[in-house]
């Protein structure tokens, strides 16, 4: 379902397995240190988006389009605890954007 980028901590999927069934940290698939574009290309062929802080991979998707999908956090340089209460409290909202065939950006700030 998610493909959490290295930018974030890989604590993020594990402490979400229960809100979003399938997601996983870079790290977890063997993809820590890869270049954004291994990483699209992993997202793409799996069916993931990518949540990231990197805007890099906005500029991909100008390119290339969607999928795979890009949820891209605009906090800033944030506690990984700040972080998960955003994901948790927009559930429903990125459950509905990954679902959804239309948009391919969601950006939180």
């Known amino acids: 379902m998610i493909l959490v980028d290295e930018n974030l901590s890989y604590r993020i999927s ?3 397995r229960r809100t979003y069934e399938g997601i996983v940290h870079v790290s977890d698939v063997g993809l820590a240190d890869e270049d954004d574009l291994i990483l699209w290309e992993y997202a793409l062929k799996n069916g993931l988006t990518v949540l990231t802080k990197d805007a890099d991979f906005v500029r991909i998707q100008q390119i290339n389009g969607f999928p795979p999908k890009i949820i891209l956090l605009k906090s800033g340089n944030t506690p990984t605890k700040y ?8 559930e429903v909202e990125i459950k509905s954007f990954i679902n959804t ?7 939180i700030i």
Do not use: H
């Open 14 to 16: 594990s402490i979400l």
């Open 83 to 90: 972080v998960l209460g955003i994901l948790k409290a927009m």
């Open 101 to 107: 065939k239309e948009l391919g950006l969601l950006e």
